[in-house]
């Protein structure tokens, strides 16, 4: 009888450690450093097909530590990514921006000058400094205030069941 227990006991942690790689495998979250001095830089992370990549410059001070999450849900039909800096707010000035979402298409996103964090909610930029198309979130020429502390996208997969 105890060999059985120990079976059981050995099959749930083997079936525990499954369910958990396999959780892991629908999400990363990575730190990255953005870099001023007027240089454009790009930043990408992914999950299977499926990548979110983050292209930038930037003036003024030093590196800032920044965050990239990407999800893609348990029926394969939404990929996530959020890009943010976990201080809350960036001071440095962006020259311009852009997320990009590959094999999906997005059906939600927003920009912000401010991330929450301590207390604080998370200031939107207005709707005119941005644009939202299929696959990108791109800071509009003239319009973007050169404040950016997050960027979130949604997109929908082209994830199809047989």
Not at 20 to 47: D, L, M, Q
Not at 84 to 107: D, M, N, V
Not at 123 to 137: A, M, N, Q, R, Y
């Amino acid at each position: 009888m105890a060999k059985k227990t120990n079976f059981c006991v050995v099959d749930l942690v083997f079936l525990l450690v499954l369910v958990s790689v396999s959780a892991s495998e629908r999400t990363k979250t990575v730190e990255f450093n953005v870099k001023p001095g007027g240089v454009v830089h790009t930043f990408s992370e992914g999950i299977r097909e499926y990548e979110c990549s983050f292209t930038y410059a930037s003036q003024g001070g030093t590196n800032e530590q920044w965050m990239m999450s990407v999800g893609l849900s348990e029926d394969d039909r939404l990929f996530s990514c959020s890009v943010w800096r976990p201080q809350g707010k960036s001071y440095l000035f962006f020259t311009q921006f852009k997320a990009e979402l590959k094999g999906t298409k997005i059906e939600y996103a927003n920009a912000y000058s401010q991330a929450a964090t301590g207390g604080q909610s998370d200031v939107p930029l207005k709707p005119e400094e941005f644009t939202v198309g299929d696959s990108t979130v791109t800071h509009n020429d003239g319009k973007f205030s050169a404040q950016l502390s997050k960027l979130t996208a949604i997109g929908r997969t082209r994830h199809d069941e047989l």
